[in-house]
C-alpha cells in the first residue's frame, strides 16, 4: 500500500516530466520513503512465500501419508520427489 500510494504521486510527476522544472527535487525527497516502501514490500512477499511455503510443505505430506496409506506409493514417491526438486 506505502509503495503504491508513493508511486500515485511520482507517476504523475515523471510522466509530466516535471522533474526538470525542480531539478528533480520532488523525487529526490521521496527517494527514501520509496526504497522503504519497496523493501518492505519485498520483504512482506517473502514472509507470505515462506508462509504458503510452509502450508504446502504440511498439506503434500498429508497427501502422501494418505496415498502410502492408501497402496499409491509409487505416487507418494512422485509427490515426496517433486517436492524435493522444489525445495
Known amino acids: 500500500e506505502a509503495l503504491l500510494a508513493q508511486w500515485k504521486t511520482l507517476d504523475p510527476y515523471y510522466e509530466s516530466r516535471a522533474y526538470r522544472e525542480d531539478n528533480l527535487a520532488q ?46 506409493t509409487a505416487e507418494a514417491s512422485m509427490m515426496d520427489a517433486m517436492q524435493k526438486a522444489d525445495h
Open 27 to 72: 523525487g529526490k525527497a521521496a527517494h527514501a520513503a520509496l526504497i522503504s516502501a519497496y523493501e518492505n514490500s519485498i520483504a512482506g512477499i517473502n514472509e507470505f512465500d515462506a508462509a504458503l511455503t510452509e502450508y504446502q510443505r504440511a498439506a503434500n505430506a498429508a497427501k502422501m501419508a494418505a496415498l502410502v496409506k492408501a497402496g499409491h
